[in-house]
């Protein structure tokens, strides 16, 4: 994979596709840029599978038409015909790519022609990746890795798999997210392959880790920039737990752990048993937040887990980092964790897992804890050491306070993507500069 060099500045029309405008990471970077963008006086638009927002210039891209009615009527027919034969599944045919035609007619969504399109996670039942192609070759396109589904026969994260590597097929677990019914996935790894043979691309991606997947795989020879994520550090900055407890009506006087399970590539039961282990061990009272899920509270004599539900209002998130003392992350796979980045930036002591891109964010013993992989009884033996010395849990909070503000700011995140657009466009341009010229 080749790299590109970040150092052209250059004003443009951005196009940008996303699943949604509000939603987990992927969307989050995607709606977050477009701000960014609009706020620096750049055109910009972006087209989303699913509206959820009143932002300017946000489009939907969802196909009424009655082929897509027909098409959605089929998925769900074979998905009902495979539950009777297979009544302990709990995935879906996967028609994902190939049934939003309206992906062809993009160019002409906007009012401006863009300078260049910026795509996100292409999965989500909502984008035609059939159209890559055509699209690469009348704009410049980036792919932005969010996770490895750009390079497998179906799964967001492999995890343990790795016949991604070799062109997928006798797939381990139909049920990862994006699930599918039927073992298609020797045919969808070709036909990503024949794809991205056939288009003009750039990538970008927020790991080296996604980065050394990506050097294994069919998009091996894609020119690249890594460019990890940034945030908001005015709204995710350290501040007053006890005001912070106070407007979120939590006790002030006993450590708070909080931890998210609303991907199903958390292992929530793992952080759930940390958890409990910690609080059944312990002769202090102590609170678990569980953010993601809503269930009835569980209580124990000394402390108990409160299932707050899904949030999505920023400002209310960046409370409960700001009243929290330990933020817990237990994945089974994973990228580069906004929610780490932002416990981070808000103070707090992270302890998370090695998996995936996270070993990137933390410096173990200095600015956070690495656990082993999937390993619930080091995380509670690692918050047991941090809630008895106050201190180290000080230090940490610190350290990553600064890590985050050094390295994860959304405006030098911005401009590195502008950057790049830049970059991109010029590559882009001489390559189809070279092409009309070998076609006269």
């Not at 996604?210 to 995710?236: A, Q, R, T």
């Not at 409160?306 to 980092?321: A, C, Q, V």
């Not at 410096?363 to 009884?377: F, K, Q, R, S, T």
Request: glycine share 4%; charged share 20%.
């Amino acid at each position: 994979m080749k790299k590109v060099n970040n150092d052209v500045e250059h004003k443009f029309n951005i196009m940008q596709i996303s699943q949604a405008d509000k939603g987990g990471g992927a969307e989050k970077c995607a709606f977050s840029l477009h701000n960014e963008y609009i706020k620096q006086g750049y055109k910009s638009y972006l087209v989303v599978g699913e509206k959820k927002t009143n932002v300017k210039n946000i489009i939907s891209l969802r196909n009424k038409n009655i082929n897509i009615k027909i098409k959605n009527y089929t998925s769900k027919l074979l998905h009902i015909i495979n539950k009777k034969f297979n009544p302990d599944t709990n995935s879906r045919y996967n028609f994902d790519s190939t049934t939003y035609r309206k992906s062809n007619l993009i160019l002409k969504i906007s009012s401006v022609h863009p300078s260049i399109i910026h795509c996100h996670n292409l999965h989500g039942r909502y984008f035609d990746i059939e159209s890559i192609p055509e699209l690469s070759k009348k704009v410049p396109m980036i792919l932005n890795l969010h996770d490895e589904w750009t390079i497998t026969g179906h799964c967001a994260y492999p995890c343990t798999c790795d016949q991604w590597k070799n062109g997928c097929g006798q797939c381990p677990d139909l049920n990862l997210y994006p699930p599918i019914d039927i073992d298609i996935t020797d045919v969808e790894n070709r036909r990503k392959k024949n794809i991205y043979h056939n288009s003009r691309l750039y990538i970008t991606l927020p790991s080296k880790w996604l980065l050394s997947c990506i050097n294994e795989s069919i998009l091996e020879y894609v020119m690249y920039s890594l460019i990890p994520y940034g945030i908001d550090l005015k709204m995710y900055q350290q501040g007053d737990k006890l005001q912070a407890r106070r407007m979120l009506n939590l006790p002030s006087d006993c450590n708070i752990i909080l931890f998210s399970a609303h991907s199903i590539y958390k292992n929530k039961r793992s952080m759930e048993n940390a958890v409990m282990e910690y609080i059944s061990s312990s002769n202090q009272y102590c609170m678990g937040i569980c953010l993601g899920v809503k269930q009835d509270d569980i209580i124990f004599p000394n402390g108990r887990i409160k299932y707050i539900g899904k949030i999505n209002d920023e400002i209310l998130m960046s409370r409960y980092y700001k009243a929290t003392d330990i933020y817990l992350h237990i994945a089974i796979a994973d990228n580069l964790p906004f929610s780490i980045i932002e416990a981070m930036a808000s103070g707090a002591a992270v302890i998370a897992s090695s998996t995936g891109g996270i070993p990137e964010l933390i410096d173990n013993d200095i600015n956070g804890i690495l656990i082993p992989h999937n390993d619930y009884h080091y995380a509670t033996y690692a918050i047991s050491n941090l809630l008895t010395n106050p201190q180290k849990l000080i230090e940490l909070g610190k350290n990553a306070e600064y890590y985050a503000l050094l390295n994860h700011d959304m405006n030098i995140y911005t401009n590195k993507m502008l950057n790049y657009y830049s970059d991109v466009i010029n590559d882009w341009q001489q390559w189809n500069k070279t092409l009309q010229t070998s076609v006269i």
